[in-house]
């Protein structure tokens, strides 16, 4: 380099090295996005093979904020092969945190067919709490909020149902298809869209792409309606059950302008009401102020057995009612504590199995499942109170839908 002076010197020297380094990164640049891209054309090559043309990989990749580099997920890695249902595929998205590989999933995607030996709706006879336990000490609200917040209706309820994280397409088969089956249940899953509502309108066209590929490739002869045009966020928070309701609670308020609110719950989270629907549900719930006054009514037995505290943290009064219809009444089922097999709900029937209540009625000759749940502990401050309320329920759930022979469970 020729002697221009000190300055210029090193003015030349920096220009050189920056433009050293600018090559050296523009190539580390051009590096990792050719990387990426590669990734990419794998992924959705992936995604097509895994899940049989079913479903877009583009909108795959672009879930929960998007990926580049989707691999088989699960411990069983599952494809769809078309060779019998249930059938589905499991992906999973690779990311790098704190120097190594994590798998992430990603999206699943189920297809089940009714009739099926195993039962597709169950309950849990000692069920899982549908609210957040609070600490000790604390004077949080526990009933204001369910974490378990019950299915919304597509529309009327013919196309299907969605979830926090899922949106269920239902394909009822004109004729029978392949292996005798008459529904065709397609379920597609992101576990992060509770976080992502973004996502759920390109779950719900992922859902019904497939339902329409899967129909036709079992044979499933079916007309689906078109997306609706809103996908409202489930329902989570409980409010007041009293007052003019429309939604899937509205027999409750109904009750309520005619009953004693007495024991009776003073919260209420209910969903839109789809005529078409498979799966109806209501969850309600005793708030605070109401369990504050409710227990020193009730006998000292009772008291000794139900602590206040643990009440209003731990394990809340509620009840929850669910109806099934169709094809979806016959593949109810109980879990029993200690049972491998739940025990199975048949049409036509009525009764009890722990903490489940169980009617039946029939709907435009269709059958109709209707249960009811709720936990031991409330039972015993419901006592004679809960038939009053399983009447209610299923009155009004059969009578809204056109049923007729509806069938109760005995009083206990």
Not at 251 to 274: E, I, K, N
Not at 306 to 314: A, F, G, K, P, T
Not at 336 to 359: E, S, Y
Request: charged content about 25%; glycine content about 12%; hydrophobic content about 35%.
């Amino acid at each position: 380099m020729p002697d221009r002076g000190r300055w210029r010197n090193a003015v030349n020297l920096l220009l050189c090295t920056a433009g050293a380094g600018g090559v050296v990164l523009g190539g580390w640049a051009l590096h990792d996005t050719y990387t990426t891209h590669r990734n990419a054309e794998a992924s959705r090559a992936l995604i097509t093979r895994a899940c049989a043309g079913l479903v877009d990989p583009d909108a795959v990749m672009r879930l929960d904020g998007g990926t580049h580099r989707v691999v088989l997920g699960g411990d069983e890695p599952r494809t769809v092969g078309f060779e019998g249902i249930p059938d589905g595929c499991v992906l999973s998205r690779v990311e790098e945190r704190h120097g190594r590989e994590v798998q992430i999933r990603q999206f699943t995607l189920d297809i089940k067919g009714l009739p099926q030996e195993r039962a597709l709706h169950t309950v849990e006879d000692f069920p899982d709490e549908p609210f957040t336990t609070l600490a000790l000490g604390s004077q949080g609200d526990m009933t204001a909020r369910t974490r378990l917040p019950d299915r919304m209706p597509l529309g009327d309820g013919r196309l299907g149902d969605y979830g926090p994280d899922d949106v269920t397409v239902v394909a009822r088969c004109e004729q029978p298809a392949e292996a005798g089956t008459t529904t065709l249940i397609v379920t597609a899953t992101s576990p992060d869209t509770r976080d992502e509502a973004g996502d759920r309108p390109v779950l719900a066209r992922l859902a019904r792409r497939a339902a329409v590929g899967a129909a036709a490739e079992y044979g499933c002869r079916a007309q689906l309606p078109e997306l609706p045009d809103r996908l409202p966020e489930p329902v989570v928070d409980l409010g007041p059950a009293a007052g003019d309701r429309s939604d899937s609670c509205g027999w409750y308020a109904a009750h309520l302008r005619t009953a004693d609110g007495g024991s009776l719950p003073d919260r209420a989270a209910g969903v839109p009401l789809g005529g078409a629907a498979r799966e109806e549900g209501c969850l309600l719930a005793v708030g605070p102020a109401a369990t504050r006054r409710i227990h020193p009514t009730l006998g000292k037995e009772q008291r000794a057995h139900l602590d206040l505290d643990s009440v209003l943290r731990i394990s809340s009064w509620w009840v929850r009612t669910r109806s099934y219809f169709g094809d979806d009444a016959a593949a109810f089922a109980v879990e029993a504590p200690g049972k491998r097999i739940p025990d199975p709900v048949a049409p036509g029937t009525a009764g009890r199995l722990g903490d489940v209540l169980h009617g039946s009625a029939t709907c435009q000759g269709r059958p109709a499942t209707l249960t009811m749940t709720v936990p031991y502990r409330y039972r015993s401050v419901l006592g004679a109170r809960l038939d009053e309320l399983f009447r209610a329920y299923a009155t009004d759930a059969a009578a809204r839908r056109g049923c007729t022979g509806l069938v109760l469970p005995p009083p206990e």
